[in-house]
């Protein structure tokens, strides 16, 4: 079945660490993928997009991607995480010749001091 | 910047009424989505909306609900019947034409609960 799958529901990272959170998919072509982030009581701002061309995208607040079609995955990294990173953070694909952006469930970041 | 702007941000409503929310899609987008968010779950898709008439609908959306593009700038979706469980927050979408990409341009959401 069709599907976006978030691994980490809930990740701590210490302040001033790297992160990577996990996405994988399942589709036959591969999707147009996104990441968003959400704070608390907001709405979802898009970090970054890939469409085609270069595996590794870069986005806003230093985050970037890579897509690896081998592995079905498009994982988020940052190579220093600061407290403000604290957020919901949702992966999300569009299939190619779809009419729909479907999300994954979600994976929760902590910063610790 | 151009941007998807929704209202109201909060509406608290009693059991069994209809609610309308509204969203004002970026002005020279012609694809048009809702999602909803359940508080601490994922976003889900509800339905897609181009030419005046859904293209897409999840199975969340059923009967209950509708959309409608009553005028050039605004799309409404309205909940017959409100229940407990449509307390959430639905996000509202547009999407420019050329290369489908489905990159979405989202609003701000608008809180619905249900009492």
């Known amino acids: 079945a069709q599907s976006v799958t978030q691994p980490d529901i809930h990740i701590t990272v210490s302040e001033g660490a790297s992160l990577e959170l996990r996405c994988n998919y399942s589709y036959g072509a591969t999707p147009y993928l996104f990441w968003y982030v959400q704070s608390p009581g907001q709405g979802l701002q898009l970090l970054l997009k890939?469409?085609?061309?270069?595996?590794l995208v870069q986005g806003i607040k230093g985050f970037e991607a890579e897509f690896k079609r081998s592995q079905s995955s498009f994982n988020l990294r940052k190579p220093s995480v600061h407290w403000s990173d604290a957020a919901e953070y949702f992966c999300?694909?569009?299939?190619?010749?779809?009419?729909?952006?479907?999300f994954g469930k979600g994976t929760t970041l902590s910063v610790s001091s | 910047e151009p941007e998807v702007t929704q209202t109201p941000s909060h509406q608290v409503t009693q059991m069994g009424q209809e609610v309308i929310l509204r969203c004002v899609p970026i002005?020279?987008?012609?694809?048009f989505y809702w999602y909803r968010q359940i508080l601490g779950q994922k976003v889900e898709f509800l339905v897609s909306?181009?030419?005046?008439?859904?293209?897409?609908k999840s199975e969340i959306f059923d009967d209950q609900f509708s959309v409608e593009r009553p005028d050039g700038s605004n799309f409404t979706l309205k909940i017959r019947s409100t229940k407990l469980e449509d307390s959430a927050m639905y996000f509202c979408a547009s999407k420019g034409q050329g290369l489908n990409t489905g990159e979405l341009f989202f609003g701000e959401g608008s809180r619905l609960t249900v009492l």
């Open positions: 999300a694909v569009f299939p190619q010749a779809g009419t729909a952006l479907i």
């Open positions: 002005s020279n987008h012609l694809y």
């Open positions: 909306f181009y030419n005046n008439e859904i293209s897409e």
């Open positions: 890939y469409f085609s061309g270069d595996t």
